[in-house]
């Protein structure tokens, strides 16, 4: 035990104080890295995230509107998270007068989306991040941007100040916690790098930002792919903001938690910023700055049980009266200093119980995007409640219904569910991954299953589970290609057709459906020497029938009904959407609706929805035949995915031998080649091919056809059921699933 203790009191050690020491003797032997600054000034473009800000938004905009900076150059923009208390309504307020745009988002998703929706759309070159509670000093942009001038920084964070008056634990704790930050970003920055940023007062060149999962912290996950990237994150103490400190330890505590579990699962997002052959003394600073301070509360821990042990056996020897020991800790904690250190103590423990606490919850529970700030919490105006849906019932905070071992099995899944990521990564980047592929290379064929490459502005109109991040892909291209034997979909047919044996550690990539976005990917692969197979929809490209499963969202989106009245064979079909999540079960539900009908009745419910829309029309978001075209040059192959996606057994017999022939005969027509590969659509459906489907698909000259069920493929599987992958945007998941999951799903 006192070894155990000993150890950890070391590592305390040298979070606390020899990290610190170490950063400063590097800066007096080697000399501070200077940045370059200069007095041009860019344009800007400063964020404000807002959720329900109405008793700060109205001085935020008077303090940004005393700015000292010209206001040409400057475009300030509000992205309300689905404000319900007015902060959207004050912030319009000073659209005509000093031109502040104001983003909503129609539903809570959190700041992290707000961003990724709204950054791109910017006209700065520079986008400062701000809070909706930090006020800046006038100069405090000039300050930022001047750091610029240097172009190895692509990020620079300013100076956070809390605001005095507070005599709270958690206040007097977080002003000295940060003095202690500041030191540390000071020295970090003469080094390199500094590790982080503040999202009170944050800048990045605007070409940096690049789409983020919508539960990222974005203030410590975009500093450490900017790093990454081989850019500086510089710190600019003359950059100065103020802000309220959280209040309560109880909000801090939880404040904290939200945190640690975000940033920690950020580290394992951008892996390759712990190489120091990569990042250099980055990674050290990284590691000892923070991994090594969230697992300190176990650290303490460990230390403490030693600690208070041996305290307790002293004082048990010393005679006094117990009661002494009482009078003693009054005299002590009536002197301020004392209170002072209390205060400190007590920040201090509540921090290290919650990172500790966020780093469990950030390794195997789920983090949520989503955040309600200390100021709505302890005063600001209620939001209203979402609308109730007549005849719901409404279950006690933790009750769920059905049965204790369904919740506790549901809770395993959740539990496995968010350490795989984490298991995952650790797993490929120590090469368990490398290693299984050489020792036991695969013989099967992975066909892999992609759809849209496209970053959180193609939600609108494909399904996010189904997207993949254009960064995403090249890095699964570039893998893939390095790594494995990629192969075309007809070349490897044609081996499975005449049993040839096939390469090593074999792969095909195909894509489903057509969206516009496939030609970017088709560029992609080109570059890499690859190839793919296309599935397109082909009565749905060059601003043909809208494709339904796109259109849907789409109208859904635009519909203002709390209540969808449809009416099909079987009846009236209500279906609530007053708010996201009812939303969300209703695109479901009216998706199953129509992958179950004959096309005929499907058309006539579409019908229906265009008109509860007002006959908003969807944007076209497939490809051209222009763009098919090119694809065709660069080496892809054409397949077929029916003509208008129609669910193929619900069609009946004729009609799908309609949707295969003509999807095929358009198809032909267009690009002047065969098609002969063909892939059954609406793999969500219950049913969605039968054995007089794949007759249909045969008898059609088609040499092949794809599934979406989850498997590998062998010179012993149906030519017209062949099982794919379904990719994920994650590189170590598509890695696992090829390395892993090839030992567990048998081909069939």
Known sequence: MATLAGLSLAILFYIYVGYPVLLALIVRVRGPRPVRRGERLPSVSLVISAHNEANVIRRKLENTGRLDFPRDLLEVVVVSDASTDGTDEIAA??????????????????????????????????????????????????????????????????????????????DTGERAYWDYEIRLKRLETAIGSMVGGDGAIYAIRAHLWKPLPSTAINDFLNPLQIVNAGWRAVYEPDAICYEDTAGTVGREYHRRVRIVSRSWRAVFQVPEVLNPFRTGWFSVSLVSHKLLRWLSGGFFAMAGGGAVGMILAAVNTWQVESWAWVVLGGVVASFRPARRAAALASYFSVIQAASLVGVVKGTFGSVSGTWSTSRESSGGRPAKPAPRVSGAVTLPEGV???????????????????????????????????????????????????????????????????????????????????????????DA?????????????????????????????????????????????AGCLAGGDPFWPSEMRF??????????????????????????????????????????HPIPVREHLREQLRGLARNVRMPAIMLTWEAVAEMLERGMTIGAHTLTHANLPSAGLAGARQEIIASKQLLERQIGREVTMFS????????????????????????????????????ASDLYALERLQVAERLEDLVFALEVERFMLSPR
Do not use: W
């Open 93 to 170: 307020e000073y659209t005509a007068r000093r031109g502040v745009i104001v983003a909503r988002q129609p539903e809570r998703v959190g700041k992290t989306v707000g961003l990724n929706r709204t950054v791109p759309t910017l006209r700065g070159e520079i986008v400062v991040l701000s809070d909706a509670n930090a006020m800046y000093e006038p100069n405090a942009l000039k300050m930022l941007v001047r750091n610029f001038a240097d172009p190895q920084v692509g990020c620079v964070t300013g100076e956070a100040r809390y605001v005095e008056g507070s005599q709270t634990a958690a």
């Open 400 to 490: 769920l219904p059905g049965n204790r071992r369904r919740g506790l099995r549901s809770r395993v899944r959740r539990l496995r569910r968010a350490a795989a990521p984490v298991v995952k990564t650790m797993a490929y980047h120590v090469g368990v991954f490398r290693t299984l592929r050489q020792c036991r290379p695969s013989h099967n064929l992975a066909i892999l299953r992609y759809h849209a490459v496209c970053g959180p502005e193609g939600y609108a109109y494909a399904d996010p589970h189904l997207c993949v991040s254009p960064s995403a892909f090249e890095r699964h291209v570039a893998y893939l290609v390095a790594n494995y034997h990629v192969l075309s979909l007809p």
């Open 680 to 715: 059954y659509p609406n793999g969500g459906a219950e049913s969605y091919y039968t054995p007089e489907v794949q007759q249909a698909v045969a008898r059609a000259d088609f040499l092949a056809a794809t599934t979406s069920r989850n498997g590998f493929a062998t010179a």
């Open 555 to 596: 109208l859904l989106r635009a519909i203002p009904e709390h209540t969808l009245t449809l009416r099909v064979a079987e009846g009236r079909v209500d279906i609530p959407c007053s708010n996201p999540t009812e939303r969300a079960v209703a695109l479901n539900r009216i998706t199953h609706l129509l992958k179950s």
């Open 493 to 537: 047919v044609a081996r499975l057709r005449a049993h040839r044996p096939l390469p090593t550690n074999a792969v095909v990539l195909t894509f489903d459906d057509g969206y516009a976005d496939n030609l970017e990917a088709a560029r992609t692969l080109h570059r890499y020497g690859a190839s793919a197979t296309f599935y397109l929809t």
